[in-house]
């Protein structure tokens, strides 16, 4: 799926500038946590989100696989980063100062007038505790946190069938999304993987991770009047649907989805 907007200043870090800064934003700046174990499709939600609200698709598991993939660093790792990119092989979390340092040096995408979607940030309370610090010292506000919401059988069987493109990172699903050729993506052609954190063993490490560090977030986000929890099960088209209705009359005033397009869309993980 291509993506709304070019994301070099995040990918990067560092000075590094998006060759393409986001355009003016559909009203107020959307700023979006979005909360959920892994597989559950919030990087599916994302990058609808991100494409109809016009505001920046922000994960940190997107920042690891570039720099995985030599896209950010020229093929050089710091011991910090190799530490990083071990842990998330196994499918442990990547310990919060190291995240936090990654983050904060990109503090400028966090106050970006186009808007954010963070997917997979903040994981543990120290990390959102740190963000609240961190925008509350930009004078940004979060306008919502969604917390999507699947029996955790139906993740676990999500992410052993869940394939990615390498190229345009669409994501299949063997039996409910499989690509029209095997292992091919339909959208541009390059190989589909198997990620290394979506074997058996890793996914077991992740969902205990879920547990233990990131569900506490749902009672963190819930105390600020933040939160809005959305069953996601169905296609990307429907959850998107059902995340527009949940939210409508708990979002700050004159901030209000535009409805869906009709057409489908391949979606991400
Ligand atoms: P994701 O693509 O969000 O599922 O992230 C893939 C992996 O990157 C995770 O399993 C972690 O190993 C690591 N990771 C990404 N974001 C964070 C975070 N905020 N805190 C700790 N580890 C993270």
């Not at 909360?35 to 499709?41: D, E, F, K, R």
């Not at 093929?75 to 310990?95: F, I, T, W, Y």
């Not at 039996?175 to 954190?197: M, S, T, Y």
């Not at 074997?199 to 991770?209: C, D, K, N, T």
């Amino acid at each position: 799926m291509a993506n709304q907007h070019e994301r070099t200043a995040w990918l990067k870090g560092g000075d590094a500038q998006c060759l393409t800064p986001p355009g003016q934003p559909l009203g107020r700046p959307w700023r979006l946590v979005l909360l959920g174990a892994p597989g559950v499709g919030k990087g599916t939600q994302a990058e609808l989100l991100s494409e109809r609200l016009r505001a920046c698709h922000l994960s940190t598991g997107d920042i690891f696989r570039a720099a995985k993939s030599g896209c950010s660093n020229d093929g050089k790792l710091s011991p910090a980063l190799e530490r990083a990119l071990d842990l998330m092989r196994r499918g442990n979390l990547v310990p919060d100062d190291i995240v936090l340092a990654m983050v904060s040096e990109r503090g400028r995408c966090l106050r970006c007038g186009g808007g954010f979607i963070l997917d997979g940030f903040p994981r543990t309370v120290a990390q959102a505790e740190a963000t609240e610090g961190l925008l509350k010292r930009e004078q940004v506000q979060l306008t919502a946190v969604f917390n999507y919401e699947l029996p955790i059988d139906e993740i676990v069987s999500r992410l052993g069938a869940r394939r990615v493109c390498t190229g345009c990172k669409a994501v299949y699903h063997l039996v409910n999304r499989p690509p029209k050729a095997k292992g091919i993506c339909d959208h541009c052609g390059a190989k589909l993987e198997h990620r290394e954190d979506d074997r058996p063993e890793a996914i077991r490490v992740r969902m205990q991770s879920y547990q233990q560090s990131t569900m506490p977030l749902i009672d963190f986000y819930w105390q600020r009047g933040l939160l809005i929890t959305i069953e996601a099960s169905g296609t990307p088209e429907e959850i998107y649907e059902r995340t527009r209705q949940m939210a409508k009359g708990q979002l700050p005033p004159g901030q209000e989805f535009p409805a869906a397009p009709m057409a489908e869309k391949a979606g991400r993980g």
